[in-house]
């Protein structure tokens, strides 16, 4: 799909976080799989930015949290607190037009909160 859209993919990863990090490795692939398709149906052109960064650290506990930014065509700021309900989508033209039930960021909420 990237391809065919012209977008260009960023990963960015900032230098303190470790090489190996404790967690579902399934589920943090669902996480981005999930974040990544997101920005990718939203997206027409441009680019996606993946970045990766320690959000909280204290001796050798810390928070990993990943980030992804794109030029799609955003969110209104009045419909971000819809985001993470279930089958309630921003805007429902948008459901319309792109599909989806909704449940994608959802599930990458879930899924970080029980990891």
């Not at 977008?7 to 990090?21: C, M």
């Not at 943090?28 to 997101?38: A, V």
């Not at 939203?42 to 204290?58: D, M, P």
Request: include cysteine.
């Amino acid at each position: 799909k990237i391809n065919k859209k012209n977008i260009d993919l960023i990963a960015s990863t900032d230098i303190n976080v470790p090489k190996i990090v404790l967690g579902d490795p399934l589920r943090i692939k669902q996480i981005l799989n999930n974040l990544i398709s997101n920005a990718i149906k939203f997206t027409e052109r441009g680019y996606i930015i993946i970045k990766t960064t320690i959000e909280v650290e204290t001796d050798n506990n810390y928070t990993l949290a990943i980030a992804v930014t794109d030029t799609g065509m955003g969110i209104a700021k009045s419909d971000q607190t819809k985001l993470f309900n279930a089958f309630n989508q921003a805007d429902t033209s948008i459901t319309r037009r792109f599909g989806g039930t909704g449940l994608g960021l959802v599930i990458c909420k879930k899924l970080a909160e029980v990891m």
